[in-house]
């Protein structure tokens, strides 16, 4: 293999070409490489804080949720509680006034019974009187007592 002035050139040529390429190429590709690398990499520092803070608000929500459940749930016992002892009140109530009805009833039978009572003895008596007064009217046999007695006492 001869060695010639054109491999020389050539390579004196690719030496010069890769230098050039050292000194104003490559440079410029590598900063914008590792711009876009330092780019990428806050890109996905930042979705990593975003994800994070995304988990935290979500359990955060999430235990609010729970919270406002567990706090829905105690109102609705307290609520069952009131509604139970308002019915619970309205039942005694109810029974003290049915109660308080009876009695009153049983006072008003009362007092009608005692007012019949004393209109029949009065009419007894005023009924006594007449069948008295018709005995010593006319004297009669024992029969016609009994006849006469028997026959007012139909009469009541």
Not at 30 to 51: C, G, M, T
Not at 105 to 131: C, D, P
Request: with cysteine.
């Amino acid at each position: 293999m001869d060695i010639n002035a054109t491999l020389i050139g050539q390579s004196i040529a690719f030496l010069v070409f890769v230098l050039f390429c050292y000194k104003f190429i490559w440079p410029p590709i590598s900063n914008a490489i590792e711009k876009r690398q330092k780019e990428i990499a806050d890109s996905i520092n930042s979705a990593s804080k975003l994800r994070e803070e995304i988990t935290s608000e979500k359990n955060q929500a999430d235990l609010e949720i729970s919270r406002a459940k567990v706090k829905a749930k105690e109102i609705l016992s307290e609520a069952e509680k009131q509604a139970s002892q308002i019915v619970e009140q309205a039942h005694e109530q109810a029974a003290a006034k049915a109660e308080q009805l009876i009695e009153q009833t049983h006072k008003n039978l009362a007092l009608e019974k005692s007012r019949v009572q004393q209109e029949l003895r009065a009419e007894v008596g005023a009924l006594a009187v007449a069948i008295a007064e018709k005995i010593v009217q006319r004297e009669l046999n024992a029969k016609d007592n009994q006849d006469i007695i028997d026959n007012a006492l139909s009469k009541l």
